[in-house]
């Protein structure tokens, strides 16, 4: 009985952990929050808190930013601003 058992409960750990794959975001928006399901950040935003998914208008990088676009900050400024390439 014990090894009837053994192929089952492989069958559905394999399943269990192939539908757990989330699929990568697309360039410009940014994962914002400690919790499951937590929207992520649009482009042109940055995640200012993690703990309360706080996003704010910037870019700390090019991430942060849409595809035809670059983060541009001042001299020694930490966010900036994205802008059009």
Do not use: H
């Not at 757990?20 to 400690?34: D, F, I, M, N, S």
């Not at 703990?51 to 595809?67: K, L, M, Y």
Request: charged letters at 15%; aromatic letters at 8%; one cysteine or more.
């Amino acid at each position: 009985m014990r090894t009837r058992l053994w192929p089952v409960v492989l069958a559905v750990l394999a399943l269990g952990t192939s539908a757990c794959v989330v699929a990568p975001l697309q360039q410009g928006y940014t994962e914002c929050g400690e919790f499951m399901g937590d929207d992520p950040c649009q482009p042109g935003q940055y995640c200012a808190d993690a703990t309360f998914s706080s996003c704010v208008p910037g870019c700390t990088s090019d991430v942060n930013c849409a595809r035809n676009q670059e983060c541009v900050k001042e001299y020694r400024e930490q966010v900036g601003t994205c802008l059009n390439i």
